[in-house]
């Protein structure tokens, strides 16, 4: 939902500024001891912004949509010693429809990226995780190429 500040004369905002529907499957197999596959199956439509951002002047009654999208998620584990994984993680996105201007597709706007790399998780306490991932491009088409190193601290209240 477009919730956080949005404003139309800003590049970067912390909001969409538009509506999205984004349903998932998750699931995670249990092959061997000691051992985890996951997955997480998405799909993203999105809405019309009526108000698309730019730092440029735009002509009044401009809309934008963003074109529709499957992705997976995919993660193995395999527990190295009590409270800390190993394994290996990644996603596959690839953007079905063209984004759209008024109305109009813009050519050569699909995405596709395919990242995968190491990762690891520590649980020192029952309440407390750490995650640290990190994701080389193996396939990037009209997206950024690059590493990408996730770090997330989680801890139950």
């Given amino acids: 939902s477009p919730i956080g500040k949005y404003n139309k004369n800003k ?3 912390q909001s969409s500024g538009y509506w999205s529907i984004a349903p998932y499957y998750a699931f995670t197999i249990l092959p061997a001891p000691r051992c985890e596959l996951s997955a997480r199956l998405n799909y993203l439509y999105n ?3 009526n108000t698309p951002a730019s730092g440029s ?3 009044p009654g401009t809309y934008t949509r ?3 999208a499957v992705w997976i998620n995919f993660a193995t584990s ?3 010693i009590h409270g800390l994984d190993v394994g ?3 996603y596959y996105f690839k953007q079905f429809t063209n984004d759209r201007v008024d109305g109009f597709a813009q050519p050569n706007s699909k995405v596709t ?3 995968i790399g190491p990762g690891i998780s520590y649980e020192p306490y029952k309440s407390t995780l750490f995650f640290i ?3 080389f491009p193996i396939v990037a088409k009209n997206t950024f190429i690059g590493f990408q190193l996730v770090i997330r601290y989680v801890h139950a209240f």
């Fill in 78 to 80: 395999y527990v190295a």
């Fill in 47 to 49: 809405f019309s912004n």
């Fill in 113 to 115: 990226n395919l990242s």
């Fill in 57 to 59: 002047p735009i002509s």
């Fill in 133 to 135: 991932n990190d994701y």
């Fill in 11 to 13: 590049d970067i905002n």
């Fill in 88 to 90: 290996i993680n990644g």
């Fill in 66 to 68: 963003a074109g529709q």
